[in-house]
């Protein structure tokens, strides 16, 4: 069950800070100071296609392991 909480906190940090860079994309530089694609918003494009990937993956996963944590705890019942 720990396994499953891990991945949904992971999926909703990760959906997260998709939605915050496609609201304000220039937090990386505005964060760390630097602009890793010269000010074209390239990085920022790619960082949101990831972070939805991670999101939704990690979504997934979560819920398998819920599902599976359900079907073990009504089997041992």
Do not use: C, H, Q
């Not at 997260?16 to 760390?32: D, H, K, N, Q, S």
């Not at 296609?49 to 999101?55: D, K, P, S, T």
């Amino acid at each position: 069950m720990l396994k499953a909480r891990i991945e949904t906190v992971l999926a909703v940090l990760a959906a997260a800070l998709a939605v915050v860079t496609l609201v304000w994309p220039t937090w990386i530089e505005g964060v760390f100071g630097v602009e890793p694609d010269g000010g074209n918003g390239e990085a920022e494009w790619w960082l949101v296609a990831v972070l939805a990937v991670v999101a939704v993956a990690s979504a997934l996963l979560a819920r398998r392991d819920y599902r599976l944590a359900r079907r073990l705890g009504a089997e041992g019942a």
